[in-house]
């Protein structure tokens, strides 16, 4: 082959390469896009740095210079943090109640010292931008902001309200996700969230495409107690068989040999069926097996093996903290431990409370809740949620088989929720299960994801409050 021919067929190949780069920053918006995100990752927007507000402020300016009216821009003080509604007008054609889109604007604290570059400076490396929050949940913050900016900027009415709440503690108390659902109800009052903290789909570790598209529906409720025994005490030199430190172990050894019953919702019966049918293998089976049949015994213990697996299929408790005793040579006079349950959707946290105590069948152990939790039932089957995340989803990748879950962990959706708003999780979250480090040391996230969450969400809006 001639030197000439080889330059061509390697220009040809640059050329093709760079059609993609090119095409994924040729986004309209998508500069407007990459300052945002990263205005939004350098504001360290941490519980007691006071910047939520001041994201809020700055997203605020974007708003009302995108030509959204002042009054339809809400910056919500709610005590040290603050909350963000704007309201995109429709002009009523689909006779449809509004539809809320739900992010937070915090994020977990992350240390220069940890990291291995600033977690608070945009850093584009490798296919990667890195940085806290680049991906929760700035990701889907900026995602949705562009959105309503370049759907404004091309002078599209919807067909109902869309209603943009952006929650700023929703990685600590939630209070003014609480304060969105209630205090502020008349601005937020909608049919369903979209929620851009979660959704997506697990790129395999070789590359190529996933084998589904996740939809959160449902989440399990978060609650903590603390367990305490209690003993008069005494000197270390006369023990006794009574003992604050041994009482108390015993009774986590009951919890730690005790497995909530097996439950089940519409939503995990899907998830079972759908990803089994996919696996190959045994595992495949045995999840067919428990989704046609979840009172089979022996697929439930098969699926407990996995940790992932078995927190879909029931409520799991777990000792994660400890305190005893007071002095070396002193009998404790007392000793706790911190449980942390997930109950499952529908289960009820008194009767998980009442089943803990009898597990541990030791009256004189006290329990304590922690914090008020938020019950939440699964979110129903929304046709029009589903039809608009088809469009969506086709754009990255074309069908892509929609599969809702339940997630262990909280989101806002579950405020929504409680509050009779059903909540779906939705994002284009695109990545390798490697590179998910939500709420971990260096969290990154495909450059290619930032820019095809651009895409998602001018569709998926485009698609859920669209006239026909
Ligand atoms: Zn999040």
Sequence with gaps: ????????????????????????????????ALEIYKTAVEMRTVEGFNQVPRLARYLKSEFISGG???????????????ALVVRYRGDGSLGKKAVCISAHMDVVD??????????????????????????DNKLGLTAVTIAFLRLKSEGWVPGRDLIIAFSGDEETSMNSTKALVNQYR????????????????????????????????????????????????GHSSLPRSDNAIY?????????????????????????????????????????????SDPYDGKSSGILRMSPRLSAMLSTTCVA??????????????????????????????????????VVIDNPNIEFKMLDQPTESNASPRNLDVIKALRVAVDTKYPDLEIISVMSSYGTDGMHFRAAGIPSYGVSANYGKASDDFAHGLNE???????????????VLLRAVAGKY
Excluded at 2 to 14: D, G
Excluded at 227 to 233: C, E, K, Q, S, W
Aim: glycine share 6%.
């Design 247 to 291: 009482d108390l172990a015993t009774a986590l050894g009951k919890i730690q040999r005790f497995t909530f019953p097996v439950r089940y919702n519409d939503i995990t019966l899907e998830y079972f069926k759908k990803t089994g049918q996919q696996m190959k293998g045994e595992i495949g089976k045995v999840m067919q097996t428990f989704a």
């Design 186 to 233: 008349h601005l937020t009052e909608s049919e369903f969230v979209l929620n851009a903290d979660a959704g997506g789909a697990i790129i395999p570790e070789s590359g190529g495409t996933p084998s589904n598209f996740y939809m959160q529906a449902a989440e399990k409720t978060y609650v903590t107690w603390e367990m305490t025994a209690r003993n008069p005490g």
């Design 444 to 458: 990154r996230v495909l450059v290619e994801t930032f820019y095809d969450n651009l895409t998602h969400w001018y």
């Design 110 to 135: 992350a240390h220069r010292s940890d990291w291995e570059r600033d977690p608070f400076k945009l850093i584009e490396e490798d296919g990667y931008f890195f940085g806290r929050g680049t991906s």
């Design 68 to 82: 959204f009216a002042e009054r339809d821009v809400r910056v919500l003080d709610i005590d040290s943090t603050a």
């Design 1 to 32: 082959m001639s030197s000439v021919n080889k330059f061509l067929i390697y220009l040809s190949f640059y050329l093709f390469w760079n059609s993609f780069t090119l095409a994924d920053r040729a986004i309209p918006f998508s500069e407007k």
């Design 320 to 357: 994660t903290m400890l305190r005893a005793g007071h002095a070396e040579n002193a009998l404790p006079q007392s000793a706790t431990a911190t449980i942390n349950c997930r109950v499952f959707p529908g289960s009820g946290i008194d009767a998980t409370l009442e089943q803990l105590k």
